[in-house]
Every structure is written in C-alpha cells, then in structure tokens.
C-alpha cells in the first residue's frame, strides 16, 4: 500500500514538474516575443537585463555592426549573477530559474529578427506590456524567474540587508529605466513606464488567474443544513466559526467556505434556496493551499 502511495505521489510529481516547464518555456518564449518585436524595435527600456541589453545593443552600435545582440547581453549578465548567488546564498535559486535564464537568451536569439505589426509607440508599449505580463506570470506560475534583477538584489540584500529585496529590485529597474532616458530621452521612457505598468497588472491578473478562488463567509438560521448542502453538491469543506450578533447579542454559527471562482453562482443559489435571507459575505483569495486546491510542494 505503501509502494503504491510512493509511486502516486512520484507521478503526481514529474506532472507536475512536467507542467511547470511548459509554463516557464511558453512565457519565456512570449517574453522574448514582446522584447524583440515591441520593446527593442522602439528603443522602449523597461527595465532588467533586457532592458539594459537595449541599452547595450544602441551603444556598441559604431563598434559592432548593428549593435551587441541581446540574447548575448543578456546570458554575459545573468550567467555570472546566477553563480555569484549561488555562491553566496546557496541553492535558492534553483534549476528552473537557471533553465528559464538560458532559454530566454535562446529565445531572444531565435525571436531577434520578429517585427511587430505597429511603429507607434503607444501600441508597441500596450501589446508589448500585455504580451511581456503574460510570459512573465506563466514563468512565476511555473515556479522560476527569469534572473537579472532578481539575482542581482537578493546579492546585494546580503549587503544592504536594512532594505528589501523588492525595493533592490526596484532600485535597480529604476537605475536602468534612468539610463534609457538619457540614452533615448523622455518621451520614449514615459511610453517605457506605460509598457513596466501593464506588465506589473497582466503578471498579476495571469497569477491570480491560474490560482484565484472565493472565500464565502455565510450567517444562516440555517447553517446546518446549508454546511450540509456545500459538502455534498460542491464537495467542499465547510468551517464553522462561533460567532455573536452584537446587536441580538445572540451566538451562531458562521460558515467558511472556499470554492473555485466557477462554483460561486452554485453556492449563492444553494444558500438562496435554503435560506433567502441569510448573510453572505464574498471575499476574493488570490492563493489556497490545501486539499481539494492547489498542494503543498517545493519549487
């Protein structure tokens, strides 16, 4: 029984992992799609290694012909950070962030000649920001970064530990969004701002997306009843919490329920059937760990 235990979970593992890996190269591969097409084509620096490969490609141009590629730029940078990090803080930047950091100079090798359908500047900055989001929440999906900035703040938090790793992460992006303006001046680093804006809320739409669900707090006459009809129609759990009307000065119960955003309408019409005036509170969870969720596993 044991044994059998063992391989299930040994299964249920390498799907997993298996799935991760498409994640990472699907957004990878949207991520360099957006640098090369969008970003790189409008000289719009939005922060990052590839942000400063932008940078980098515009001035060696006298010096090399049509400037340092990016893909190289950017595995010159990330290789040494990544091994300076492992050094110093040890494994916790594992094999997928490795994985992610050498398929995304891949992919901006393979993607350097893509041209994206629109020379305006706005355009390029919206679709560039929504594509780059979208890649960028299906990396952090699968588990991984895609280095650079990453990288280089959690070296320097060893340092600067009285400041976060997010804002060395944000300092940093800030410091290579600075050197855009005055490498390609304001105008296109405001469009630049526009495209890391987008980005930042698609990456969280796409994270909240896969992982979002519905914490439904419900005051009945009737909990027992309505608890019952949750476990059994929505095979969910069900939590009662002792609680008090102040007002009534009366005790009951409160159930806590958490369902999947598609079970929602289900359980207001269950509870709407049962008791029409029963207290409902409705509460998005950008995350749930647990059974009948998303389980508890390592990166």
């Keep these: 029984m044991e044994d059998e235990k063992e391989i299930l979970i040994m299964k249920r593992t390498k799907k997993e992992l298996v799935k991760d890996y498409i994640y990472i190269i699907v957004g990878t591969t949207l991520l360099a799609i957006a640098i090369n097409a969008f970003f790189e084509k409008q000289d719009l620096v939005t922060g990052g290694v590839t942000g400063l490969a932008i940078i980098v490609k515009t001035l060696t141009q006298p010096i090399w012909e049509g400037g340092i590629p990016l893909w190289v730029t950017n595995i010159a940078v990330n290789i040494p950070l990544f091994l300076i990090a492992l050094s110093l803080r040890g ?22 000649n893509m041209t994206g359908p629109t020379q ?24 991984a970064t895609t280095g650079g900035t990453d990288l280089a703040a959690s070296i320097l938090h060893l340092y600067f530990s009285h400041i976060s790793v997010g804002n060395l992460m944000f300092i940093i992006d800030a410091i ?46 009737d909990s027992k009843q309505i608890a019952q009809d949750l476990m059994e129609i929505l095979d969910r759990g069900v939590t009662a919490l002792s609680g008090r009307g102040m007002y009534t000065s009366q005790d009951k119960d409160v159930l806590l329920c958490v369902v999947s955003k598609k079970q929602i309408a289900k359980l207001k019409e269950i509870v709407r059937e049962i008791d029409e005036r029963a207290f409902v509170i409705v509460a998005d969870v950008r995350e749930v760990l647990g059974e009948g969720f998303i389980e508890h596993r390592k990166s």
């Design 120 to 143: 305006d500047f706005l355009l390029s900055s919206i679709f560039g920001g929504v594509i780059s989001g979208v890649g960028l929440g299906l990396v952090f999906a699968g588990f």
């Design 176 to 221: 290579i969004i600075g050197a855009g303006f005055f490498v390609f001046g304001g105008e296109k680093t405001m469009y630049a701002i526009i495209a890391v804006y987008i980005t930042a809320k698609m990456m969280d739409g796409i994270l909240e997306g896969i992982h979002f669900s519905k914490a439904v707090f419900i005051i009945s006459e």
């Design 91 to 112: 494994k916790i930047f594992g094999v997928k962030t490795l994985f992610s950091t050498l398929y995304l100079s891949l992919a901006l090798y393979l993607t350097q």
